[in-house]
């Protein structure tokens, strides 16, 4: 009798402790977009801003769209006079903060796309929080 | 007297020899002096620098689609060269746009005078044809190449740029980090300079113009 107790005990504790992270329905997608690749392009890169709005922390964690065989998402940093591009499992996104998709910063690589694309077209991006997800259209832009 | 007509003989020849040092050291005290303390100052640029006296580069045999490239190949004009590989997401053709619309802002009779190159540090999946393709679609008169790892390693090293090939270990595909500053060969194929990011066409555009106008 006691041990379920206490463990119930310990479940509201961490909860009560840790805040709460919200599913994907509340993010919202900002200006998104994909940046129009040229011939031979083998991975694109796409950006947005995120928003969330809620007052609990959201996790970004995957993408994948039907039109690529990949997607991650990728920081980028200088490190000994080269930039390096690392990839990133899981993003966070504060309560009432955003994330920013941007050129020298985070980017989305979208890999083997499976079509070519041209400036107007949409790519259809969903977006992983945990069990929940999102879809967003990216367009495709003229550099 | 025959000792003293000898011994003239040794000092006259030790003279003209001494002289004929001097006039030599002289000569070239003179073609440094020419070529340092008398070139015209060097400009001072937005985004880079010029270094004071360029560098030989060592010699190097590249390919393009159109052939062999060397050092022959950098003669007559200004090089800027970028170093990068076509499956490069962001950085790469994010930069080469900013060259091509900084190119377009010069004026029809600088850009004579430059030549722009995109070397591919990824020879394993752009075959010269493939770089080409990719690279003229930001502007049909950038140049391309690209060479055995062997090569670029040395050719990077010898122009001051660094380069690392990994495997991303999510996707398995390799990536490669990379210098992104641009890389300024003079008319004599020399090292002259460097561009440094976070480029901008309009600053790009200015320096390129300082460049474009040093006398040869």
Known sequence: ?143 | MNGCRHWMSRNLVARRSALGVGAALLLLLGVWANKTLLAPTLPVLESGVLLPVSRQIQAFSLVSDTGPFTPTDLLGHWTLIFAGFTHCPEVCPTTLAQIKTAKAMLGPEPVKRLMVLFLSLDPERDTPERLARYTRHFDPDFRSATGTNAQLDSLAANLGLVFLKQIDPQSGQPVIDHSAQLVLINPDGRLAGYLIPPFSPETLAADLKSILKISP
């Open chain 1, 1 to 143: 009798m006691k041990l379920p107790l206490l463990a119930l005990a310990l479940a509201l504790s961490t909860t009560l402790a840790s805040p709460a992270v919200v599913g994907c329905p509340g993010l919202i997608v900002e200006a998104p977009k994909i940046m129009e690749p040229p011939p031979e392009a083998g991975v694109l890169a796409g950006y947005a801003r995120l928003r969330n709005p809620s007052d609990a922390e959201l996790r970004l964690t995957g993408a994948d769209s039907a039109d690529f065989a990949s997607v991650e998402f990728h920081s980028m940093s200088q490190v000994d006079k080269a930039l390096r591009m690392r990839p990133e499992k899981q993003l966070s996104i504060p309560a009432h903060g955003e994330l920013d998709f941007s050129p020298g910063k985070l980017h989305i690589m979208l890999f083997k796309p499976g079509k070519d694309f041209r400036p107007g077209d949409s790519v259809k991006l969903n977006l992983y929080c945990g069990r929940d997800s999102l879809s967003a259209d990216f367009k495709v832009t003229a550099r």
